[in-house]
C-alpha cells in the first residue's frame, strides 16, 4: 500500500493520494558567520549554541529545501533535531519570507503539543533550526501502516490537535500546513506539531497560496484571503483521512483535487461513526462564515461537538487522556520510527553569494 507523502507547495506532481514523504516546497538550513550578528536565543533558553557543539547521527526527514537531522551534543550528550535549508532553494522557491515566519511563529510559542525551538543560525549555505527531537516519527507512518485508526483513536488525536490549533489561533498565527506527515508523536504517545514553514502570524487575512493539495480549503485555491478558518478546514480533512485512510478529495493530480474540494462533494465510508460525518461536514463548508472553529465562539463550538462528548477538555493540555499508540523507543537518540534516507552528497552546494546571505543576516 502507498506510503508516500505529499509534498506541499502547489508543485506537486501528485499522485493517487500521498503515499510517500515528499515536503514542502524546499529548504536549507542557516549557520552563522564570524563577524556576522551574535546568535538569537530562542525559546527560554540562554544558551549559546554553535554549530561545533554537535555530532551528526542520522537524517530523520527530508524536505523541499533540507533535511532534519538527529544530533548529539557533544558536551551534555542530550539529542536534538536540527532542520538544516539550502539558501538557493529557499530563495528559488521565493520562500524567504516563510522561513522568517516560521522563525518568528516559533520563537514566540510555548506549548506542550508544538515542538521548541530553542536556535537559529546560518552558514553561507545552509540556515539551520535546533529543535528538541520528537522520536516517536510521524503520525503518518502509523496510519499507512495501520490502514486507518479506529473512531477512538481518531478523537484522541483530534482532541490534542484541537488545543494546539485553539493555541496558535489566540496567539493569531494560523498553522496552514496540518497533515499526518507533520503530526509527531514523542515518545509516550502524545502529538508535537512540527513545521512552521506556513504558519503565519495574521495581520488581517493573508492571500499567499501555500499548503498541501488534498488539505487547501476552498478560499486558499480560489485566492480569496485566508485566515484561521483554513486551519478547521484542515482539520476536517485530517479526521476523515484518519478513520477513513484516505482524504477526502483526493485525484492524480493537483487540479483535479482542485476540482473536487470546490465542487464540495463528500462521500463517507459506511463504517464512519455518525458524529464524526456530522462533524467534518460542519469543518468541511465551503463558506467560511459558516464552518465549524471559525464562528463567534471559536473553537469552543468544536469541542462541544458530540463526537467529542467524551473528551475531558481540561486533561487534554496537560497530556491526560491516554494515547492509543506508544512508539517503540529504545533510547533518546532511536530514529528507527523514520524512514531512512540515503546520507547523499547534500552538501555540495557552493557557497551563496553575499548579497543572497544579506537576506537572512537576522536567522
Ligand atoms: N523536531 C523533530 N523531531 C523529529 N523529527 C522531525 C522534527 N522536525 C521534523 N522532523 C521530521 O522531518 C520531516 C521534515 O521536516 P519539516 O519541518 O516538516 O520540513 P518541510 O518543511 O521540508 O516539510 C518531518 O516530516 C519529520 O518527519
Ligand atoms: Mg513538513
Redesign the pocket.
Known amino acids: 500500500m502507498a506510503t508516500t507523502?505529499a509534498k506541499?507547495g502547489l508543485n506537486n506532481e501528485g499522485s493517487p493520494y500521498r503515499e510517500t514523504?515528499v515536503?514542502?516546497?524546499?529548504?536549507s538550513s542557516p549557520a552563522l558567520s564570524a563577524g556576522g550578528a551574535a546568535p538569537l536565543s530562542v525559546a527560554n533558553n540562554s544558551r549559546t549554541y554553535s554549530l561545533d557543539d554537535f555530532d551528526t547521527v542520522a537524517t530523520?526527514?527530508?524536505?523541499?529545501?533540507?533535511?532534519?537531522f538527529?544530533v548529539k551534543d557533544k558536551k551534555t550528550r542530550g539529542f536534538?533535531?536540527l532542520?538544516a535549508?539550502k539558501i538557493p532553494d529557499v530563495i528559488r522557491l521565493k520562500q524567504e519570507q516563510h522561513v522568517h515566519n516560521?522563525k518568528e511563529v516559533l520563537t514566540e510559542v510555548n506549548h506542550p503539543f508544538l515542538?521548541t525551538l530553542f536556535w537559529t543560525h546560518h552558514d553561507e549555505r545552509f540556515l539551520y533550526m535546533l529543535?528538541?527531537?520528537?522520536?516517536g516519527?510521524?503520525l503518518?507512518s502509523y496510519l499507512r501502516s495501520r490502514g486507518r485508526f479506529s473512531n477512538s483513536t481518531g478523537i484522541f488525536y483530534s482532541a490534542e490537535i484541537v488545543c494546539a490549533i485553539e493555541y496558535l489561533h489566540s496567539k493569531e498565527i494560523v498553522y496552514r500546513?496540518l497533515k499526518p506527515?507533520?503530526i509527531?508523536l514523542d515518545g509516550e504517545g502524545h502529538i508535537?506539531l512540527?513545521?512552521?514553514?506556513f504558519a503565519k502570524k495574521l495581520s488581517d487575512r493573508t492571500w499567499t497560496l501555500c499548503g498541501t493539495p488534498e488539505y487547501l480549503a476552498p478560499e486558499v485555491i480560489q485566492s480569496k484571503g485566508h485566515g484561521r478558518a483554513v486551519d478547521w478546514w484542515a482539520l476536517g480533512v485530517l479526521i476523515f483521512e484518519m478513520l477513513a485512510g484516505y482524504p477526502p478529495f483526493f485525484d492524480d493530480n493537483p487540479f483535479g483535487i482542485y476540482q473536487k474540494i470546490l465542487a464540495g462533494k463528500l462521500e463517507f465510508p459506511r463504517h464512519l461513526d455518525f458524529y464524526v460525518k456530522d462533524l467534518i461536514k460542519k469543518f468541511l463548508v465551503i463558506d467560511r462564515a459558516r464552518r465549524l472553529g471559525n464562528m463567534k465562539n471559536g473553537a469552543e463550538d468544536v469541542k462541544k461537538h458530540r463526537w467529542f462528548k467524551s473528551v475531558d477538555w481540561e486533561a487534554v493540555p496537560n497530556r491526560r487522556l491516554k494515547p492509543p499508540i506508544i512508539p517503540k523507543v529504545s533510547h533518546e537518540g532511536d530514529t528507527s520510527n523514520?524512514?531512512t534516507y540515503p546520507e547523499d552528497e547534500w552538501k555540495k552546494d557552493t557557497p551563496v553569494p553575499p548579497k543572497d546571505l544579506e537576506i537572512f543576516k537576522n536567522f
Do not use: C, H, Q, W
Open positions: 507523502k506541499a514523504n515536503s514542502r516546497t524546499e529548504a530523520v526527514g527530508t524536505g523541499t529545501f533540507g533535511r532534519v538527529l536534538f533535531a532542520k535549508m516560521e515542538i529543535m528538541d527531537y520528537v522520536p516519527g510521524e503518518f500546513d506527515e507533520n509527531l508535537r512540527t513545521d512552521f514553514g523514520f524512514d
